[in-house]
C-alpha cells in the first residue's frame, strides 16, 4: 500500500488596522525600526491592555467569510512562554474561545470541489520581529502587538496542490473582503504546515513546517517533507513530533526543535480583559459590509459569458473586478473585459497607474463598447484614439473630432470598394458559397484594409452580403 500524505495549515494574519490589538501603537510597515512602540507593547510594568475593537470586528469578518460558527462570548488567554521577541513573558490569545469554529474554505480538485475544513479562527497579537547575524541577534517591537487572526485547518488536505489551492483560495477571500493585504513577503501573512504520512487510515505522526515564506514554497517543503518521512520509515525508524524549518536553497526541510505541546504554553485566562460579547445586530451589521467576493463575481462573469481565463484575470485585478462592479446590467461584459484586459491594462502597467487615476469612467466604458457592438466604432480607430479617452474629459465624439477621424458611410463608394475586393479575392467567394463562414471574416478584413479602418463595418457588412448574394 502507497503512503498517503495527510495536510494540515496554520496560517497567521495580520489584520488591516491603523493601530495595535492592545495599545494605540501604531500598525504600520517599513517604518524606522522600534518607533511605533508604546509602553504597552515592550511588557513594562503596571501596564494594561487596551482592546482594539476594530480588530475584532475584522476578525468577525474573517469568520463569517470562512463560513465560520460565531462564539458570541469570548475571552482572552495567556499562552506563556519566555523568548526575546516577547518581553511580557506571554502572548495574548484565544485558546478556550476562538472567536470562530467550524468554517470551510472550498477548493477545486481535478474539476471537484472539495472543502478544506477550518477548525478554528483565533485572535492573537504578534511578537516583535527578530534578526539575525553571525555575531547578533536584533529585535524590532513595531510588530509587537500588531493584531491577527490564527486560521487552523482540520487535516483534510492530501497533496500538496491541494495545500497550495487553499492556501491561494484563502488569500483572495481575505484580500477581497478588506481583512488583511496577506503580503507573504512582508510577513502579514505567514504560513505553518502540518505533514504525515501513513500506510493507514489512522493519521501518522506530524511534523510542522515554520514560517514558510510563498505559496509556491509551501508545495515544495509539503513534497521534500513528505520524501523525508518516507525514507524514515523505509529504513525502520520512527517520526518524532518535531519543528522544521523549509531550507529552499537545500530543498529540504531542517529539524529546528522538539514539538512543544499545550501543556508547555500554561494557558491561564487573560485576568485584565473582560469577557467580550458580541451581540447579534453587531454580527449582521458586519454581514452587511462585506464586499463582493470572488466567487459571486466568476459567477457572474460566467452568466455573462466571459471567458474562465479573462474571470480569472479579472480576478487577480481588484481594481478591474472593482470598477466592473458599477456595469449596467446590460453592458455587454465579454468586450468590456477585453478592453479592460487589452489595452487599458497596457496603459496601466506601462504609466504605473491605477483605474480610479484615469479619466475612464464606467459611462464613457459603455459607450464605447456599445459604439462597438452597432458598428459605429472599429477597434482600429479605438485603438488610435484610446490614450485621450483615458486621459481626457472629452467625450468619444469630441476626441474622433480631435483626431481628424471620419468614417466613411456613403453607400456608392463603399460598393465600389466591395465589388473591387470581390474581384480580387474569388477564391474566398467560392469558400463563401461552399458555406465556409471564414471566407466573409477574411473578405470584410480586406474591405476595412482598403479604406484603412475608416469604412462604417455594419454597412460593409450589409452590402457584402448582398453582393454575394446576388
Known amino acids: 500500500m502507497d503512503y498517503k500524505t495527510t ?72 499562552k506563556n512562554y519566555f523568548y526575546p521577541d516577547l518581553p511580557k513573558g506571554y502572548q495574548i490569545t484565544q485558546a478556550r474561545t476562538p472567536i470562530g469554529i467550524h468554517g470551510y474554505v472550498e477548493i477545486e480538485v481535478d474539476g471537484k470541489p472539495k472543502k478544506i475544513g477550518i477548525h478554528d479562527i483565533h485572535i492573537e497579537e504578534d511578537t516583535a520581529k527578530s534578526a539575525h547575524s553571525a555575531t547578533s541577534s536584533l529585535l524590532d517591537f513595531n510588530r509587537a502587538g500588531v493584531p491577527l487572526i490564527e486560521i487552523v485547518t482540520e487535516p483534510d488536505m492530501n497533496s500538496p496542490y491541494e495545500a497550495m489551492a487553499y492556501v491561494e483560495k484563502l488569500r483572495e477571500l481575505l484580500l477581497y473582503a478588506d481583512i488583511s493585504d496577506c503580503k507573504m513577503e512582508e510577513g502579514s501573512m505567514r504560513c505553518d504546515v502540518n505533514v504525515s504520512v501513513s500506510k493507514t487510515e489512522k ?94 463575481r466568476r459567477k457572474k462573469y460566467h452568466e455573462k459569458g466571459v471567458s474562465e481565463i479573462n474571470s480569472n484575470k479579472l480576478i487577480q485585478n481588484r481594481d478591474l473586478s472593482d470598477f466592473l462592479l458599477t456595469a449596467p ?45 452597432e458598428g459605429s466604432l472599429t477597434s482600429k480607430i479605438l485603438k488610435e484614439i484610446f490614450n485621450d479617452l483615458l486621459e481626457t474629459d472629452l467625450s468619444i465624439d469630441e476626441v474622433i473630432k480631435n483626431h481628424g477621424i471620419t468614417q466613411v458611410n456613403d453607400t456608392d ?55 454575394l448574394t446576388k
Do not use: W
Request: hydrophobic fraction near 35%; charge should be neutral; proline fraction near 3%.
Open 7 to 78: 495536510v494540515g495549515i496554520e496560517i497567521h494574519c495580520e489584520l488591516k488596522t491603523n493601530t495595535k490589538m492592545f495599545s494605540h501603537g501604531t500598525n504600520g510597515y517599513g517604518n524606522t525600526a522600534n518607533s511605533n512602540i508604546t509602553a504597552i507593547d515592550l511588557g513594562y510594568p503596571g501596564t494594561l491592555p487596551i482592546l482594539n475593537r476594530g480588530a475584532i470586528l475584522l476578525a468577525l469578518r474573517a469568520a463569517l467569510v470562512l463560513n465560520c460558527e460565531i462564539n458570541q462570548q469570548m475571552y482572552f488567554d495567556r
Open 329 to 373: 446590467e446590460e453592458l455587454n461584459l465579454v468586450l468590456a473585459s477585453n478592453i479592460l484586459l487589452g489595452d487599458t491594462l497596457a496603459y496601466l502597467n506601462k504609466n504605473r497607474k491605477k483605474i480610479t487615476n484615469t479619466k475612464l469612467s464606467m459611462k464613457k466604458l459603455t459607450d464605447v463598447v456599445k459604439r462597438l457592438e
Open 203 to 296: 493519521l501518522g505522526t506530524r511534523t510542522e513546517i515554520k514560517n514558510i515564506g510563498s505559496i509556491s514554497a509551501i508545495g515544495l517543503a509539503i513534497e521534500k517533507e513528505v520524501e523525508h518521512q518516507i525514507v524514515v520509515y523505509e529504513q525502520g525508524g520512527t517520526i518524532q513530533e518535531e519543528t522544521r524549518r523549509f531550507d529552499e536553497k537545500a530543498q529540504k526541510t531542517i529539524l529546528m526543535r522538539v514539538k512543544e505541546t499545550g501543556n508547555d504554553y500554561r494557558y491561564f485566562p487573560e485576568p485584565d480583559i473582560p469577557m467580550l460579547v458580541l451581540t447579534n445586530e453587531e454580527i449582521e451589521s458586519v454581514k452587511k459590509e462585506i464586499p463582493v467576493l470572488p466567487n459571486e
Open 413 to 467: 463608394s463603399l460598393n465600389q470598394v466591395v465589388k473591387k475586393v470581390l474581384l480580387e479575392n474569388q477564391a474566398s467567394v467560392d469558400d463563401y458559397h461552399a458555406g465556409k463562414e471564414r471566407a466573409l471574416k477574411y473578405l470584410m478584413g480586406q474591405i476595412m484594409k482598403e479604406t484603412k479602418g475608416g469604412a462604417n463595418p455594419v454597412l460593409v457588412n450589409k452590402l457584402l452580403i448582398e453582393e
